[in-house]
DNA sequence: CTGAAAGCGCTAACAA
DNA sequence: TTGTTAGCGCTTTCAG
């Protein structure tokens, strides 16, 4: 009934030789006879033999998986981050189990746990809030932890970004250049260091720069979803701005689509600056001006920073910031 | 050095139990008496004892894991369909093993192998081409497979889709029952059973239906990127057409804004109709007509399909079809 | 260069 | 209701 499994043993018989033999052949172990590994291999394909990755992980203490936690891969955001994960993964014989968190703090410890539960070697964490119990999580496994897109204010665990403080205010300057004075910031939730700490933060030093007063009303929090970027068009309105600095992709083009259809001419009477350049901003029309950010190389970094750690090697750095830019496309003048 | 982890031994000891009691606990068996079930549970709590799946796989030979084969995660309608999957998956207490195949053959083979290496208890796979390669690995391994949003002309494996024939047969009726005789079919290549087969086939059902002759130079396989679409707009114009049907989501805003770009008044000098419903026909302008499917739920429904093949119940139906609609926006008259 | 043997942490008969 | 005892398939000393 069962799939009769071939093991290292059958294989040990056939060659005549010690499993521990065919161990070392499998693993690639240089102390081995070329003529052993050679008839040790021939046996192997003539039996068709596939190690176990479960007997060894058990055995080895190591699983060569890592998890990685994602607030929803159906976000363009960060499923481009997750696939320079996999690409690296995958090079550097890492599978990747994933698992969809909602940014929802209590499903993440559960998440966080069942992958440990799991063994998995290291974790790659998204989310644009670390909470205090999945803190407390992190501190209190021996896993490796590297975050991708997502900052850890207290500097605590390992994180590949951009700088969002610098970043925003670039594009908020930009804004002030074409002669805006009311410029909206519109994003997640503050509550988010994201948004809160860093992205307002950015906002805030071009507006002080510029001596133009911060105006509260101008800040709009709500969700990462097209749908909140067309609701909010028309407080974004009321509020009289000219210009908004979009902390989403998605989130801009809903207000870019808001005010399009509210017969707005973008970019001359409003303009609009994303944040993530995920292929979303060259869909829209127009297309989007934004921060440039690579995407993929901050997961395909998180990733490779991880697996340093997995090996225990020397990090010179835990914080790790890629260079971003500015783009303007059809949503500014 | 190493986490000292703690055992299923160390929670015995200290309850004064055998580890059966203490696995039994663990694993909700009814066979114990309350008292020492309560016993256990607080040493387990006290010594905050986490069991280690990967002897529990190995002892029990199951993993609880199931490994997902999925060409892009970048693809809206394929991270749709992942969302699906992995959310009932949690809900029957399974992770999700998720790795990349860029719809290339040999990279497909290869990572189905490590998944079944890696004991995965079912697998779902994604991708428009069942090569004879990938098929003889499907055969070959007793690990139940479902396919979503992948069809089988074979219908040797489990798959979880919709009616492509009937769908873009009735699209094209749409476009027919505005006027259009020279609509042109894009989508990708036609050595792609879903396209060459079921999508080619449902197109010339519904000229032929109404009497209009089948042109070859209306049909353009190309890939499904947003890019390809823009690129292609001038050869589906110089053919004459008057209306697509297109058999991708990015695909088909590629062509709507090349068509928009070169000033094309859409939909009165030109009409498209797309064939996912992702969420990206609501955020171009217009927004897109389309053939809806619940993509979510395909892939719900596939991971609900592999639950039941991995609990080794009775599958009254192997291929599930389920319903589609056509939902008319603004790229139809 | 190769083999013997002791686990890795847990499940699952089988007894008691 | 509980304990004993074999393994699951592989890695890894330690000898030789």
Known sequence: MDKQTITIYDVAREASVSMATVSRVVNGNPNVKPATRKKVLEVIDRLDYRPNAVARGLASKKTTTVGVIIPDVTNIYFSSLARGIDDVATMYKYNIILANSDENGQKEVQVLNTLLAKQVDGVIFMGNQITDSIRAEFTRSKTPIVLAGSVDPEAQVASVNIDYVEAIEEATNTLIRHDNQKIAFVTGSLSEPINGQYRLKGYKKALAQAKIAYDPNLVFETEYSYKAGEAIWDRVKAAGATAAVIGDDELAIGLLNGAGDDDVNIPNDFELITSNDSKLTEISRPKMSSITQPLYDIGAV????????????????????????????????
Do not use: F, H, S, W
């Not at 490779?304 to 003048?333: A, C, F, H, S, W």
């Open 302 to 333: 998180a990733m490779r920073l991880l697996t340093k750690m997995m090996n225990k090697e020397e990090i010179d750095n835990q914080t790790i910031l890629l260079p971003y830019g500015i783009v303007e496309r059809g949503t500014t003048k």
